[in-house]
């Protein structure tokens, strides 16, 4: 049964429009007008158009971040994907951890970033559940009423490299460059950071999950539901992902089905500095990005099993005596 891990106000969550202007060189935005709570957004999240995608000058609903995650754990990269019902679209995803940006956060989106990395991706030991650190700062712990956190043995966040072009926040420019873009079905402006989520090689038997927050009445609640983890891995190959899905428990990767699979806009094309979809299936973007779905005895799951099996028969056994 899925566990409540906490509740909140969402009227206490507040955020802004914004005005941008992009520019073949860079793209920059600044709020407008008065905060409005999370219902208001919704409403202001409405399709627009816009006749040219390098340069163009527009208000938009709100500001969203996402982070593109890449977790290594033994001695492998994976992407992080999260399973998402969206309610206000209507549809499933797996998506990178994103969020809404509020208001008090519009000049530093990155603090916004990893707060949702600690909020959404959780990982699980016998001995506790992980902190995490983001250089030198602690992440918060939003769940220590429900969940024993260990801080003896924290996972850290990193920086990769950043987008080639840069965002600015009025006159001022975004620390690690994130890639930016105006999604025009959703009016919003979202911006991706590149970050790297290192697993302490001392934490064993690791599994992971999802908690994402749901607006059921009044309330915005957060489960942990272990039957569905939620939370899913995409290895990558030289730094580019394949067409592998796997979840993680207690040091296992299964393999998850791709049937019918749908990935959020992040994953769809960008033409300048515009996403034109809602959406798109799994199976067009394997084909976009030039990849070949893995053979029945090639998944990396399978790899990991025989690997595991070698490792115990090598270990020396006691000398008889």
């Keep these: 049964m899925p566990r409540t891990l906490i509740r909140k106000n969402p009227s206490n969550f507040k955020t802004l429009p ?3 202007e992009a ?23 409405r399709p627009v158009t816009v006749p ?36 206000d679209r209507g549809d499933v995803v797996l998506k990178l951890i994103s969020g809404y940006v509020p208001a008090h956060e519009l000049n530093l989106p990155l ?11 959780l990982l699980e030991t ?32 990193t920086p990769l490299s950043g987008s ?11 620390i690690e460059r994130p890639q930016a873009y105006v999604h025009l079905p959703t009016a919003s402006l979202q911006l991706i950071y590149d970050l790297r989520l290192d697993v302490p090689k001392e934490a064993k038997s690791l599994s992971l999950f999802h908690v994402d927050e749901r607006l059921e009445g009044d309330q915005l609640v957060a489960r942990l539901d272990r039957k569905h983890p939620d939370l899913y891995l995409m290895p990558l190959q030289d730094g580019q992902p394949t067409a592998e899905l796997y979840t993680l428990k207690k040091d296992q990767l299964y393999p998850a089905s791709t049937r019918g699979l749908y990935l959020a806009e992040s994953f769809a094309r960008q033409e300048g500095w515009l996403v034109k979809d809602e959406r798109i299936r799994w199976k067009d973007w394997v084909q976009q990005q030039g990849l070949s779905p893995p053979g029945k005895d090639s998944g990396l799951a399978r790899w990991h099993g025989k690997a595991k099996q070698l490792l115990k028969r090598i270990v020396p056994r006691k000398a008889a005596r």
């Design 18 to 20: 914004l005005f941008v």
């Design 23 to 45: 520019t073949p060189e860079g793209l920059s935005y600044q709020s407008v007008g008065m905060p409005l709570n999370f219902s208001q957004t919704l409403q202001r999240r």
């Design 52 to 87: 040219d995608s390098e340069r163009f000058a527009l208000e938009l609903a709100n500001l969203g971040v996402s982070v593109r995650l890449t977790l290594h754990w033994q001695n492998r990269d994976y992407w992080v994907l999260v399973r998402q019902r969206r309610q």
């Design 111 to 121: 603090h916004t970033a990893t707060q949702e990395i600690a909020e959404e991706c």
């Design 164 to 174: 080639a072009r840069p965002v600015r926040c009025a006159h001022m420019q975004l």
């Design 126 to 157: 016998p001995e506790g559940w992980l902190s995490g650190r983001f250089n030198d700062t602690w992440l918060p712990a939003p769940y220590s009423s429900a969940l024993h956190y260990r801080e003896a043995l924290p996972f850290r966040l």
